[in-house]
């Protein structure tokens, strides 16, 4: 976790923490989505009112609780390295690619987890054709559009792995937040994230 305080950096735009998923804990996000498939929760919260909160929508089920302990401690971080009060904080049960276009944020920074299925796609900030994102794509897939010059140059982050995104919105960032989007896969796609 060390490592997160590097966002505030002018030359990072996103910062990993690398984890695994606790057996406990991926047996609590199965429970989570088997009880949840289509779970949607979205609110502005205080990060100590999360546990509580996430226990009245989803469920207090006790097998959901390394769950409810891991995204409300997830929460504090986030609010003790930008020293806010309050997140909006969001999870999302998906079966398909929820932002499928690689694409900015206009946040000044975006914490994303994925507790199962596969997780956020990322381009490094030099080897991304801005000019490329949105319209500038002319209706062309990602791949063909000329964002960038090799599938190679996609970066993804694991499951379980902790990232600060940076936004268009951070102060002196724009044109400079972090390229990503949802990842695409072939198949069966259960995959359930946190913002």
Not at 89 to 98: E, V
Not at 104 to 119: M, Q
Request: hydrophobic letters at 30%; a positive charge.
């Amino acid at each position: 976790i060390n490592n997160f305080s590097e966002i505030h950096r002018q030359d990072i735009n996103i910062s990993i923490w690398k984890r695994c998923l606790t057996d406990s804990l991926k047996k609590s996000t199965e429970y989570v989505v088997n009880q949840n498939p289509n779970l949607e929760f979205s609110e502005v919260i205080k990060s100590a009112d999360v546990k509580d909160s996430l226990k009245s929508v989803i469920g207090p089920n006790t097998e959901m609780l390394p769950f409810f302990e891991d995204v409300s401690y997830l929460s504090f971080i986030f609010c003790k390295i930008f020293d806010q009060k309050k997140i909006w904080l969001r999870l999302d049960g998906i079966d398909h690619p929820m932002c499928p276009r690689f694409h900015t944020d206009n946040v000044k920074c975006r914490l994303v987890t994925t507790y199962l299925g596969p997780a956020t796609q990322w381009l490094p900030h030099h080897l991304v054709n801005r000019s490329k994102l949105g319209h500038g794509n002319e209706g062309k897939p990602d791949e063909k559009s000329g964002l960038f010059s090799s599938a190679e140059n996609i970066e993804q982050l694991n499951t379980g792995d902790v990232a600060l995104l940076k936004g268009e919105s951070w102060k002196g960032n724009k044109g400079a937040g972090l390229v990503h989007r949802s990842p695409y896969q072939d198949g069966k796609y259960s995959r359930l994230y946190m913002t």
